[in-house]
């Protein structure tokens, strides 16, 4: 045990450009990132790994099981007309939603779409944009709309 905490406190002593050396050295391929404490705790994991073993038969095949299941994108998706389309941000009301603000005695209905946001027949890229429409001016589309607060300092 006494080698490992060795092995980890030599890995701690070296600077960026010698762990990234290591990192090609050891996995045979460049690093994802160049911070220094990623590299070390990396570099130690696999050290361990070479020293007490990696993951079980049956957590390998498990993590493949899983991995098999995930529907990774290779591209981004295209709508009708050839272009690309825009990806739905995972923090925003979903699709079929509908939004209401009262603003300047008017009553302000916003449908969430697949293309976009709808107000008064036309499709808005954002919230923001329905605001600025509605309004005139420019507003952050979740707290004009009550979907977020303002912060307060």
């Given at each position: ?9 030599s ?27 990623w ?11 070479k ?77 923001s ?25």
């Open positions: 045990m006494s080698e490992m905490i060795d092995e980890i406190e890995l701690r002593a070296l600077d960026r450009d010698a762990l990234i050396a290591r990192y090609r050295a050891e996995v045979g391929r460049e690093p994802r990132q160049s911070n220094v404490a590299l070390v705790r990396r570099l130690a994991w696999r050290a361990q790994e020293r007490l073993g990696g993951l079980s038969a049956t957590a390998r095949a498990r993590l493949d099981e899983l991995i098999a299941q995930i529907d990774l994108r290779v591209e981004a998706p295209v709508v009708a007309n050839g272009a690309v389309a825009r990806e739905q941000k995972v923090d925003g009301p979903a699709v079929g939603t509908t939004l209401v603000r009262e603003w300047r005695g008017r009553q302000i209905q916003v449908r969430v779409t697949d293309d976009g946001f709808e107000c008064d027949g036309a499709i808005h890229p954002s919230l944009a329905v605001a600025k429409a509605v309004t005139g001016a420019h507003w952050n589309g979740k707290l004009f709309f009550g979907l977020t607060k303002r912060k307060t300092g």
